[in-house]
């Protein structure tokens, strides 16, 4: 049989697998073309075009159907993504085992400001701070693919206290103010908890934006998570050998004391420091598995330090871990730092392998992007922008499962999706090029992401 056959046979199927779980049967055809949508070349995959793509002799009917279905309809994000991952985890598991859950979050830059969680924030995308929505996911990884298989919307201070916004856009009653950081732990222990879900308790990666937060760090310790995440190099660390003073003798008078101590020459550094203080022997290059250009490598060295937090030092010395550093050669400082618990006797190559296999967060953000749509859908509304983005992962998996059923997993190779010619003449809603016939057709607020 030809493979577009085999190909086009498992998208079917897959489809069917997540029809099962969104309920009425009138929600099967609708999810079965926007998944079709997502994955068909365009350069828009927002309703409208993707509508035009699929059913170009309805378009205006199909239009409806797309956007009711993606904006109103309540079927479960969970339960799809639940699908999702049975789907795409085994297929992934044949090049090797899951060996991380990679937290991160990705900005949407928007033009309007009605969009649920639009706000004046940092943007990564941009380098800067603009007008986004931005999204924290937390994805499973090993070293030939990975995947998102939870995701939720920040919801800024500004939009969360403002009940009108959050009526207009029905944002639930129980989702008030979290930070990037709780929300990421939220995600994970749902993931844990579910029993189906299938996700093992593998070492937690993330960048400084969540590695800087002492909470988080703690938390994912609670949870008997191991970690490996940035930190910034004003990060404060008890070098090795070195800590908090303890608790002077009691004298017999008052409380006994119990806080460990600090004075003029003991003292942390902080981590930029340390590293420059380290002996030339300390620095090895180390090669790891990098993008489609082959292998990298790079200097490193690695320590084993005390976190320095002042009020966390109350309740005792924090217990030791790893801080891994990485100096190119020729700069003038280290470009990268991560700190780890990772067990004590984990060989260096094999602690910088776990360290950069988040860069692969990076490419799927890229390829749900720009491949998929995550950051088209131009609706404002809470349930929408979620069944929006879950859908994109679906259809972001069936690309991955793919993948790897080549041997060797090919990164950049797309399964085709026939679908019908677009009408001649057809212009998206919003495009430059769109004829306006009536003050009606002008959308006064455009919400479509900025920059497309």
Same mark, same amino acid.
């Given at each position: 049989?030809?493979?577009?056959?085999?190909?086009?046979?498992?998208?079917?199927?897959?489809?069917?697998?997540?029809?099962?779980?969104?309920?009425?049967?009138?929600?099967?055809?609708?999810?079965?073309?926007?998944?079709?949508?997502?994955?068909?070349?365009?350069?828009?995959?927002?309703?409208?075009?993707?509508?035009?793509?699929?059913?170009?002799?309805?378009?205006?009917?199909?239009?409806?159907?797309?956007?009711?279905?993606?904006?109103?309809?309540?079927?479960?994000?969970?339960?799809?993504?639940?699908?999702?991952?049975?789907?795409?985890?085994?297929?992934?598991?044949?090049?090797?085992?899951?060996?991380?859950?990679?937290?991160?979050?990705?900005?949407?830059?928007?033009?309007?400001?009605?969009?649920?969680?639009?706000?004046?924030?940092?943007?990564?995308?941009?380098?800067?701070?603009?007008?986004?929505?931005?999204?924290?996911?937390?994805?499973?990884?090993?070293?030939?693919?990975?995947?998102?298989?939870?995701?939720?919307?920040?919801?800024?201070?500004?939009?969360?206290?403002?009940?009108?916004?959050?009526?207009?856009?029905?944002?639930?009653?129980?989702?008030?103010?979290?930070?990037?950081?709780?929300?990421?732990? /939220?995600?994970?222990?749902?993931? &844990? !908890?579910?029993?189906? *879900?299938? #996700?093992? %308790? $593998?070492?937690?990666? =993330?960048?400084?934006?969540?590695?800087?937060?002492?909470?988080?760090?703690?938390?994912?310790?609670?949870?008997?998570?191991?970690?490996?995440?940035?930190?910034?190099?004003?990060?404060?660390?008890?070098?090795?050998?070195?800590?908090?003073?303890?608790?002077?003798?009691?004298?017999?008078?008052?409380?006994?004391?119990?806080?460990?101590?600090?004075?003029?020459?003991?003292?942390?550094?902080?981590?930029?420091?340390?590293?420059?203080?380290?002996?030339?022997?300390?620095?090895?290059?180390?090669?790891?598995?990098?993008?489609?250009?082959?292998?990298? /490598?790079?200097?490193?060295?690695? &320590? !084993?330090?005390?976190? *320095?937090? #002042?009020? %966390? $030092?109350?309740?005792? =010395?924090?217990?030791?871990?790893?801080?891994?550093?990485?100096?190119?050669?020729?700069?003038?400082?280290?470009?990268?730092?991560?700190?780890?618990?990772?067990?004590?006797?984990?060989?260096?190559?094999?602690?910088?392998?776990?360290?950069?296999?988040?860069?692969?967060?990076?490419?799927?953000?890229?390829?749900?992007?720009?491949?998929?749509?995550?950051?088209?859908?131009?609706?404002?509304?809470?349930?929408?922008?979620?069944?929006?983005?879950?859908?994109?992962?679906?259809?972001?998996?069936?690309?991955?499962?793919?993948?790897?059923?080549?041997?060797?997993?090919?990164?950049?190779?797309?399964?085709?999706?026939?679908?019908?010619?677009?009408?001649?003449?057809?212009?998206?809603?919003?495009?430059?090029?769109?004829?306006?016939?009536?003050?009606?057709?002008?959308?006064?607020?455009?919400?479509?992401?900025?920059?497309?």
């Amino acid at each position: 049989m030809d493979e577009k056959i085999r190909r086009s046979e498992r998208f079917g199927q897959f489809v069917d697998q997540l029809a099962a779980v969104i309920g009425h049967a009138d929600r099967h055809q609708p999810l079965s073309h926007y998944c079709t949508g997502l994955l068909v070349p365009g350069r828009r995959k927002s309703v409208e075009p993707m509508a035009a793509r699929i059913c170009p002799s309805r378009v205006s009917a199909e239009h409806q159907s797309l956007l009711h279905f993606v904006g109103q309809s309540p079927w479960s994000d969970e339960a799809v993504l639940r699908v999702t991952r049975q789907y795409a985890l085994p297929v992934m598991e044949r090049h090797g085992p899951v060996e991380a859950l990679i937290v991160d979050d990705t900005s949407i830059p928007k033009k309007g400001k009605h969009s649920v969680g639009v706000a004046n924030q940092y943007c990564g995308v941009l380098g800067k701070n603009h007008n986004c929505q931005v999204a924290v996911s937390v994805s499973v990884a090993n070293q030939s693919a990975s995947l998102p298989v939870a995701h939720r919307l920040y919801l800024p201070k500004s939009w969360a206290s403002d009940s009108e916004r959050r009526r207009k856009t029905k944002v639930p009653d129980d989702v008030g103010f979290a930070t990037k950081w709780q929300i990421a732990l /939220s995600l994970i222990d749902d993931l &844990l !908890r579910d029993e189906e *879900a299938k #996700v093992p %308790r $593998e070492c937690v990666l =993330a960048d400084a934006g969540y590695g800087d937060c002492l909470e988080f760090r703690e938390g994912l310790t609670q949870r008997g998570l191991t970690y490996v995440v940035g930190v910034s190099k004003t990060t404060t660390v008890w070098p090795p050998g070195t800590g908090p003073l303890p608790a002077p003798p009691y004298s017999g008078r008052g409380r006994p004391p119990t806080r460990p101590r600090r004075n003029k020459e003991q003292q942390p550094t902080n981590a930029l420091d340390l590293a420059r203080s380290l002996p030339e022997q300390a620095w090895q290059t180390v090669a790891w598995r990098g993008g489609s250009d082959g292998d990298k /490598s790079g200097r490193f060295a690695a &320590l !084993r330090v005390r976190p *320095a937090h #002042v009020k %966390r $030092e109350r309740k005792g =010395a924090l217990p030791e871990q790893w801080l891994l550093v990485e100096w190119p050669q020729g700069d003038d400082e280290p470009a990268k730092y991560w700190l780890s618990t990772q067990p004590a006797d984990i060989a260096l190559d094999d602690l910088v392998r776990k360290a950069k296999l988040r860069w692969q967060i990076e490419r799927d953000y890229q390829e749900l992007k720009q491949e998929v749509g995550f950051g088209h859908y131009e609706g404002r509304g809470w349930r929408g922008f979620h069944h929006h983005l879950t859908l994109c992962i679906a259809a972001y998996a069936f690309v991955l499962a793919e993948r790897a059923r080549l041997s060797p997993p090919d990164p950049r190779r797309a399964p085709p999706v026939e679908v019908p010619p677009l009408p001649r003449g057809f212009r998206p809603r919003g495009s430059p090029a769109a004829g306006r016939t009536s003050p009606a057709d002008v959308d006064p607020d455009d919400d479509s992401v900025a920059g497309t």
